[in-house]
């Protein structure tokens, strides 16, 4: 969904982003990537805020889809039930063989080096 931006002006295309009305024709902006329900965005549309929850929402979905992908391909690799892989996820990153999963706190500081975010 495009979405212009108040501080400058500039139209930008946020992914997954989408306008659905509510029962009184009032437009609410929901952040719905694909696999996972519809959130509400709370902040106005084109405002800082937005961008940072648009952010927020935007790493959280990033670390549920790379788990989802480990999962998969433990299930479809060796055949294990969905359930048995993420036991074994879970074990090997007790051990260290897998790094620990990843915070938005780390992937927002490593996106936004020497800002704050």
Do not use: C
């Not at 790379?66 to 007790?94: F, L, N, P, Q």
């Amino acid at each position: 969904m495009k979405i212009t931006m108040l501080e400058d002006g500039r139209d930008l295309d946020f992914k997954y982003v989408i306008s659905d009305p509510d029962p009184r024709g009032n437009a609410r902006i929901y952040f719905r990537p694909p696999g996972r329900p519809k959130r509400r965005m709370q902040t106005p549309p084109g405002s800082a805020e937005f961008a940072r929850e648009y952010l927020d929402l935007f790493f959280e979905y990033a670390i549920w889809a790379s788990e989802r992908e480990m999962v998969e391909a433990v299930v479809t690799k060796i055949g294990a039930t969905e359930a048995s892989a993420k036991r074994m996820i879970v074990r090997y990153r007790r051990h260290g063989h897998i790094p620990q999963k990843v915070t938005i706190d780390e992937l927002r500081a490593e996106f936004f080096v020497g800002e704050d975010a």
